[in-house]
C-alpha cells in the first residue's frame, strides 16, 4: 500500500512525499522516527493506472528508459522528475505503470536501485548492481550509457544468434510439412492405383504405402500422442536436469556449438569488464557474470572461478583448466591481471568474440542454405523414386 504523507521534523521543516507501507498504522510508525510530526496521511488511490490489461514491459522498453534517463540526468535533471516526465510522455502501458512505482518508491525516501529490484525481470541484477555503485559515486548518467551500450550489444548478439536459427528451423518445418502432406494426400491416391494392377510392389514403396495408410487410419492418437509428449518435453526441460540436457546439446551440436559457445564468452566478457570498470568486486561481478551467462555450464564456470578466487587463486590460472574456455582468452585475462588492466583487455576480448561470433554466423548461413535445398530435393525426390518404382518396373516387364 502507498501512502501520501505530509510531517514536520524536529527541526521545524515541513516535507511530503509517498510512502509504502503494510498498513497506515505501519505508515504512521515510520513516519513518527526521529521525532517527526505527521501532519497529514492518507492512502494513495491510483485511479490514473488504466483499466486494460498492462503490456509486457521487454529488453527494448528497458533500454529505451535507460537511453532517455541518461539524457535528462546528464542535463542536470532531478531523478525524480526524470522518471516522472518519462512514465508522463510513455504509451506504454506497462512501463508507464513500472515507472510510476519505481518514481514513488524513490519519492518515499527508497534508493533508486533498491527500487528497481522490486521489477527482476525487468531490470537484472547487472543493472541494478550498476546503479548501485553510481548511488555511491555519483556518476549516474556515466553509469546509465554504459548499461545502454552493454544493452544494445547484447540484444545485437541474441538477434544474430536467433537471427541464425530461423532460417534452418523454417526449412526443416517446411520439408516436413511436405513430406507429411505427401504422404497424406498424394500416397493414397496412388495406393488404389497399384491395387487395382495386383502388382507385387518394390519394398521403398510399399513402405511408403504402409507409412501413409498408418497417418491416415491413426492420425489422432498420433496426434494426441505428439501433444502428450511435447507438453511432457516442454515440462523436462524445465527442470534442472532438463536445462542442463538442453545446454549441453546446444553448446556440443555441430555447426550451431560453437556459435552459442562463442555468444556465452562473449556476454560474460563484457558482463565482467562492465562491472569491473564501473567499480564493482570482482567477487560480485563473477556472480552477476554467472546469473547472466545464459548456459549452465558457463554458469558453473563463473560460480567455481569467484569460490576459487575468493581463497586466493589467480583467474586466469583457474580459467586455463575449463575446457569450455578458450585458451587465448586465459592467456589475454592474465595479461590483464599482470598489468592492472583487465577490464580493458576483457572489453577487447568481448569485442573480439563478437566479431568471430558475426563471421561464424555468416558462414553457418551461407553453408546451411544450399543444405536445406539439397536435403530437401534429395528427401522429396527418394519418395518420387519410390512412387515411380513400381511403373519402372511394369515398363521393364512389357519390354520384354
Same mark, same amino acid.
Request: net charge positive; proline share 4%.
Given at each position: 500500500?502507498?501512502? $501520501?504523507?505530509?510531517?514536520?521534523?524536529?527541526?521545524?521543516?515541513?516535507?511530503?512525499?509517498?510512502?509504502?507501507?503494510?498498513?497506515?498504522?505501519?505508515?504512521?510508525?515510520?513516519?513518527?522516527?526521529?521525532?517527526?510530526? $505527521?501532519?497529514?496521511?492518507?492512502? #494513495?488511490?491510483?485511479?490514473?493506472?488504466?483499466?486494460?490489461?498492462?503490456?509486457?514491459?521487454?529488453?527494448?522498453?528497458?533500454?529505451?528508459?535507460?537511453?532517455?534517463?541518461?539524457?535528462? %540526468?546528464?542535463?542536470? %535533471?532531478?531523478?525524480?522528475?526524470?522518471? @516522472?516526465?518519462?512514465?508522463?510522455?510513455?504509451?506504454?502501458?506497462?512501463?508507464?505503470?513500472?515507472?510510476?512505482?519505481?518514481? @514513488?518508491?524513490?519519492?518515499?525516501?527508497?534508493?533508486?536501485?533498491?527500487?528497481?529490484?522490486?521489477?527482476? #525481470?525487468?531490470?537484472?541484477?547487472?543493472?541494478?548492481?550498476?546503479? !548501485?555503485?553510481?548511488?555511491?559515486?555519483?556518476?549516474?548518467?556515466?553509469?546509465? #550509457?554504459? =548499461?545502454?551500450?552493454?544493452?544494445?550489444?547484447? !540484444?545485437?548478439?541474441?538477434?544474430? %544468434?536467433?537471427?541464425?536459427?530461423? &532460417?534452418?528451423?523454417?526449412?526443416?518445418?517446411?520439408?516436413?510439412?511436405?513430406?507429411?502432406?505427401?504422404?497424406?494426400?498424394?500416397?493414397?491416391?496412388?495406393?488404389?492405383?497399384?491395387?487395382?494392377?495386383?502388382?507385387?510392389?518394390?519394398?521403398?514403396?510399399?513402405?511408403?504405402?504402409?507409412?501413409?495408410?498408418?497417418?491416415?487410419? &491413426?492420425?489422432?492418437?498420433?496426434?494426441?500422442?505428439?501433444?502428450?509428449?511435447?507438453?511432457?518435453?516442454?515440462?523436462?526441460? /524445465?527442470?534442472?536436469?532438463?536445462?542442463?540436457?538442453? @545446454?549441453?546439446?546446444?553448446?556440443?551440436?555441430?555447426?550451431?556449438?560453437?556459435?552459442?559457445?562463442?555468444?556465452?564468452?562473449?556476454?560474460?566478457?563484457?558482463?565482467?569488464?562492465?562491472?569491473?570498470?564501473?567499480?564493482?568486486?570482482?567477487?560480485?561481478?563473477?556472480?552477476?557474470?554467472?546469473?547472466?551467462?545464459?548456459?549452465?555450464? &558457463? *554458469?558453473?564456470?563463473?560460480?567455481?572461478?569467484?569460490?576459487? $578466487?575468493?581463497?586466493?587463486?589467480?583467474?586466469?590460472? *583457474?580459467?586455463?583448466?575449463?575446457?569450455? =574456455?578458450?585458451?587465448?582468452?586465459?592467456?589475454?585475462?592474465?595479461?590483464? *591481471? /599482470?598489468?592492472?588492466?583487465?577490464?580493458?583487455?576483457?572489453?577487447?576480448?568481448?569485442?573480439?568474440? @563478437?566479431?568471430?561470433?558475426? %563471421?561464424?554466423? /555468416?558462414?553457418?548461413?551461407?553453408?546451411?542454405?544450399?543444405?536445406?535445398?539439397?536435403?530437401?530435393?534429395?528427401? =522429396?525426390?527418394?519418395?518420387?523414386?519410390?512412387?515411380?518404382?513400381?511403373?519402372?518396373?511394369?515398363?521393364?516387364?512389357?519390354?520384354?
Amino acid at each position: 500500500m502507498q501512502f $501520501i504523507y505530509e510531517i514536520r521534523e524536529s527541526s521545524g521543516q515541513c516535507s511530503s512525499g509517498v510512502l509504502t507501507a503494510a498498513s497506515s498504522a505501519d505508515a504512521m510508525l515510520q513516519l513518527r522516527k526521529n521525532g517527526r510530526v $505527521i501532519l497529514s496521511l492518507k492512502e #494513495r488511490v491510483r485511479d490514473d493506472l488504466p483499466a486494460t490489461p498492462l503490456r509486457r514491459v521487454r529488453p527494448d522498453d528497458i533500454l529505451y528508459f535507460a537511453n532517455q534517463l541518461a539524457v535528462m %540526468v546528464d542535463t542536470g %535533471v532531478p531523478l525524480t522528475e526524470s522518471l @516522472d516526465a518519462i512514465a508522463a510522455q510513455s504509451d506504454h502501458s506497462g512501463l508507464k505503470a513500472m515507472l510510476e512505482s519505481i518514481a @514513488d518508491r524513490v519519492k518515499g525516501g527508497e534508493e533508486f536501485s533498491r527500487a528497481l529490484e522490486h521489477y527482476p #525481470r525487468q531490470f537484472s541484477k547487472l543493472f541494478v548492481a550498476m546503479m !548501485r555503485a553510481s548511488e555511491a559515486s555519483g556518476t549516474m548518467g556515466a553509469m546509465l #550509457r554504459r =548499461v545502454c551500450d552493454y544493452m544494445a550489444q547484447e !540484444r545485437d548478439t541474441v538477434r544474430r %544468434v536467433k537471427g541464425a536459427m530461423v &532460417y534452418p528451423v523454417c526449412m526443416l518445418v517446411f520439408c516436413m510439412m511436405v513430406v507429411v502432406s505427401l504422404l497424406i494426400f498424394v500416397l493414397p491416391r496412388f495406393k488404389s492405383v497399384y491395387a487395382a494392377r495386383g502388382a507385387l510392389l518394390p519394398g521403398p514403396t510399399q513402405f511408403l504405402l504402409d507409412v501413409s495408410e498408418g497417418l491416415c487410419a &491413426y492420425w489422432p492418437p498420433l496426434l494426441g500422442a505428439g501433444l502428450v509428449l511435447g507438453v511432457i518435453g516442454w515440462l523436462a526441460v /524445465r527442470t534442472p536436469a532438463g536445462r542442463t540436457f538442453i @545446454d549441453s546439446a546446444k553448446i556440443r551440436l555441430p555447426l550451431v556449438g560453437p556459435i552459442y559457445r562463442k555468444a556465452c564468452i562473449s556476454r560474460s566478457l563484457r558482463t565482467m569488464a562492465t562491472m569491473v570498470s564501473t567499480g564493482v568486486s570482482v567477487l560480485d561481478g563473477l556472480n552477476i557474470t554467472a546469473s547472466v551467462a545464459g548456459n549452465v555450464h &558457463y *554458469e558453473k564456470i563463473w560460480q567455481e572461478l569467484a569460490g576459487r $578466487i575468493q581463497e586466493g587463486a589467480s583467474m586466469a590460472d *583457474e580459467l586455463y583448466k575449463q575446457p569450455l =574456455v578458450p585458451r587465448t582468452v586465459s592467456q589475454m585475462i592474465s595479461a590483464g *591481471e /599482470r598489468t592492472g588492466k583487465l577490464s580493458e583487455v576483457m572489453n577487447r576480448l568481448a569485442d573480439f568474440c @563478437d566479431e568471430e561470433l558475426k %563471421v561464424a554466423i /555468416r558462414t553457418l548461413t551461407t553453408m546451411i542454405e544450399p543444405a536445406m535445398i539439397i536435403f530437401m530435393g534429395l528427401l =522429396v525426390g527418394a519418395i518420387a523414386v519410390a512412387l515411380l518404382l513400381p511403373i519402372f518396373n511394369i515398363a521393364k516387364v512389357m519390354a520384354h
